[in-house]
């Protein structure tokens, strides 16, 4: 059996510097050992793919990302697996348990199918991977390995971890009690301007030191045409996932501001995320919603933002800061900010995709950051 303290020193020493997931019980004394190390954070996520998104931002940053899931959560990362880690080369080390191993301890009929499939699941989305061996010397050089290989490779490794590979822990308190309570901005105020518009405005007030990820579709192809900054990422996919790549680039980069530019749509299919940001509270991410009512890249097929308060959501959530603007307005002060932008549907007439590659974009964005 393994003893985590040692394992978890093992990726601390070859770079791992944040780890992420949603637990299972075969990885319990792992996290357990996680959050009780002093110099590792333990990021809860509330979804797997919000964990990849996360560890995917420590990347971009200069951190390297270990990810934690059940099987069963590989299904709830599919999508940034696939269009967010590849197309970027973002390379991480992926956990995931292996509930239901054919021929493995007896497991609960939930498990049987993913259990079975779970390897062929890695080799469709291309991840290499390897168990986990049982011996602990043996495991320590699988984790060395993987860590080395995924860095140089530029891509996300996974192990697969049966049951009962770690030695017990001692357990860790509950998490942090935080209180809730931000003021609420005035109830909705109508749209003024577009995307384009606020857009142009957010541009004139940014810095160099002011950082910029962008959600899929129509906001990063805006943001390129107005204007094409190296502290630029326009996702392309992982829709939903803007705000989590922003909580790990904002751990990772501390000394900057990060500006998320999500769309209802896009923060509607992953909302759960905002519990992890309100809980984490970094104090240099502004969360800012344009919010066309509509889903308005595909065709403008309307969101059911008009009869929520996202307002509301994100206070409940834990965002100690919440404001609604119709144009961009100066922002001070350093605490984790939420921004409801309503804004009218409308886009110039023709929209160029970005030139460079996602992988250009990544790597110009981290050279940009000295890495
Ligand atoms: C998982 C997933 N489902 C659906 C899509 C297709 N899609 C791309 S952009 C988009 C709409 C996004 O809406 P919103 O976030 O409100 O931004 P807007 O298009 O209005 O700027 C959709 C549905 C996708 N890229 N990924």
Redesign the pocket.
């Known amino acids: 059996m393994i003893d985590p303290v040692s394992w978890v020193e093992t990726a601390r020493n070859e770079g791992a510097t944040l780890w992420t997931g949603v637990p299972c019980s075969y990885l319990t004394p792992l996290i357990d050992c996680v959050i009780a190390h002093p110099q590792l954070a333990y990021v809860p996520a509330a979804n797997e793919g919000d964990a990849v998104a996360i560890a995917a931002g420590a990347w971009l940053g200069g951190g390297l990302g270990v990810t934690l899931m059940q099987n069963s959560g590989l299904g709830n990362a599919v999508?940034p697996l696939t269009?967010l880690l590849q197309p970027f080369a973002i390379p991480m080390l992926l956990l995931v348990t292996w509930r239901g191993q054919p021929g493995g301890p007896a497991d609960e009929p939930q498990h049987q199918l993913m259990g079975q499939i779970t390897p062929g699941l890695l080799d469709l989305m291309e991840i290499p991977w390897e168990i986990l061996p049982e011996e602990a010397e043996e495991a320590r050089l699988c984790l060395q390995n993987q860590l080395r290989m995924l860095r140089q490779q530029g891509r996300c490794r996974a192990l697969i971890i049966p049951k009962g590979r770690f030695q017990a822990h001692p357990p860790t308190p509950p998490l942090e009690k935080k209180p809730v309570g931000a003021i609420l901005p005035d109830p909705k105020v109508a749209a003024q301007l577009t995307?384009g518009q606020m857009l142009e405005g957010l541009l004139r007030q940014w810095g160099p030191n002011d950082l910029v990820v962008a959600?899929?579709?129509?906001?990063g192809r805006e943001l390129y045409a107005l204007q094409d900054r190296v502290q630029h990422l326009y996702l392309v996919?992982s829709?939903?996932c803007a705000c989590s790549v922003g909580l790990g680039l904002a751990l990772s980069r501390p000394d900057r501001k990060i500006w998320v530019l999500?769309?209802?749509?896009?923060?509607l299919?992953r909302m759960g995320a905002m519990t992890t940001l309100g809980w984490v509270r970094p104090p240099n991410l502004v969360h800012l919603v344009?919010d066309?009512a509509?889903?308005?890249?595909?065709g403008a097929q309307a969101?059911v933002s008009p009869s929520l308060d996202l307002c509301q959501v994100a206070a409940g959530c834990g965002y100690p800061r919440v404001l609604q603007w119709t144009r961009p307005e100066p922002l001070d002060g350093s605490q984790l900010t939420f921004i409801h932008c309503p804004i009218v549907?409308g886009i110039a007439q023709s929209l160029p995709r970005p030139q460079q590659t996602p992988a250009q974009v990544a790597a110009r964005f981290r050279q940009a950051l000295g890495l």
């Open positions: 999508n269009s995307r959600t899929t579709g129509y906001t996919g829709m939903g999500d769309g209802d749509g896009a923060l299919m344009l066309n509509c889903h308005e890249s595909t969101t549907p």
